[in-house]
């Protein structure tokens, strides 16, 4: 897949920042995963997770291979067990030998402080879940949380972690710290309750043990199934770190978004508006779908903010009683013809009336100006007037000419 570069994003926001119409991202610092770089100004990167039990070997150097293929750049896979983490070796070689080194993240759940220990060695990045990683179990007649219980919870996160985090930080490798809102540790839901506040500090327990051990190669992510919590964390997140100082990465993500058309709204809903406020490094869409469903969704939300662009990015008007073809036909043939482009803007547009105007910004235009016939332009000029059953094939001709066009 081809891809253009980040488009040049400053980093202060004008004084008028009502009639501004570029995204001014967070800084952050570059965190490196395998050959990707996350934050740091690099462009926000795509990622997705396998459905493939990781003990199938082959199954899963296939699935990771598909995904990167269509532009994927780091690719999680689950590890419950030890077996499963001594298998992502024998991924990692088979990768290497048949296609090329893709970056992989292992998610390790339930007291993995072995297991994460040893998929360490692996893989370029390890995904804890501060709610899971050391397990607190719930006691139901509880009515307090006394200061001396909060401390020792906390005395056993940090010698379960410490390891764990000083194999990473001496390998140059990286951790996600993955707070989920449906997954909080007792600790925080009997102290914060079910909330955003609690997602927060949650993170913050195991940066803060981060840092004491001079670690700093971080990801942070504060998913949850619902939009408005989801944005509320990752907000409070931001002006957390702003008051410590910090500058670690953010990974946006809904989690849980579901299928089909509404999963793509819902996750659109939360990433977008995020990514809008200068919000977010890495991103990855769910859907209850095949992965490989997942990096369109990825890639259509950036290009509408356009924070990278990955493909044509087609103007069309939506049709009215003056327009002069079938708008929907044609626009499915230019598609057709010109989706394999990178970084063209291509209106395709139904009258004279708002065409030229509403188009001016396009490369190349498509309109109908009179019964029959197309016109075609460059930018705001008119280069040509076609027969409409010849305007697919003149387009690619102008196309052509400009040096703008590469085969399929």
């Known amino acids: 897949m081809q891809t253009l570069p980040n488009p040049s994003l400053s980093p202060t926001p004008p004084s008028d920042a009502l009639t501004d119409t570029t995204i001014h991202r967070r800084s952050t610092r570059p965190v490196p995963v395998g050959n990707v770089t996350i934050g740091g100004g690099y462009p926000v990167v795509v990622q997705s997770m396998i459905n493939e039990d990781t003990l199938d070997v082959a199954g899963s150097v296939a699935a990771i291979r598909r995904l990167h293929e269509i532009g994927c750049e780091i690719v999680r896979v689950t590890v419950p067990s030890m077996a499963h983490a001594k298998a992502l070796a024998q991924i990692k070689e088979q990768l290497a030998a048949t296609y090329q080194d893709v970056p992989l993240v292992a998610d390790v759940h339930h007291n993995g402080m072995k297991i994460a220990l040893e998929v360490a060695k692996h893989v370029d990045k ?69 909330t955003p506040e609690g997602m927060v500090e949650s993170a913050l327990e195991f940066i803060k043990i981060c840092e004491s051990l001079d670690f700093h190669n971080l990801v942070i992510s504060l998913k949850a199934s619902r939009v408005p919590v989801m944005l509320a964390a990752y907000r409070l997140m931001v002006k957390r770190m702003d008051e410590l100082g910090m500058d670690y990465p953010l990974h946006l993500g809904v989690t849980e978004a579901g299928d089909g058309e509404y999963g793509r709204i819902k996750s659109t809903a939360g990433i977008g508006t995020l990514l809008a406020e200068g919000i977010g490094d890495t991103i990855r869409v769910s859907l209850t779908e095949a992965p490989e469903k997942e990096i369109p969704v990825c890639y259509s939300i950036l290009q509408a903010l356009g924070l990278r662009k990955t493909m044509v990015e087609y103007v069309a008007c939506p049709s009215c009683g003056r327009t002069l073809f079938n708008l929907e036909e044609v626009l499915h043939e230019v598609r057709e013809a010109t989706k394999h482009l990178t970084g063209l803007d291509i209106a395709v547009m139904g009258c004279i009336v708002n065409g030229p105007g509403e188009m001016a910004d396009a490369d190349y235009g498509y309109v109908g100006k009179q019964p029959g016939y197309i016109s075609l332009y460059r930018g705001r000029e008119e280069i040509k007037k076609v027969p409409e059953n010849q305007g697919v094939e003149e387009l690619i001709n102008l196309i052509k000419a400009d040096g703008r066009w590469i085969d399929p």
């Open 126 to 194: 390890v995904r804890i879940n501060p709610g899971l990683y050391v397990f607190e179990k719930p006691q139901g007649n509880r009515t307090e949380y006394t200061q001396a219980e909060f401390d020792e919870i906390g005395q056993k996160i940090r010698e379960t972690l410490e390891p764990l985090v000083i194999s990473l930080r001496d390998q140059g490798k990286a951790m996600r710290i993955g707070v989920n809102h449906g997954s909080l540790a007792e600790r925080m839901l009997f102290t914060y309750g079910d």
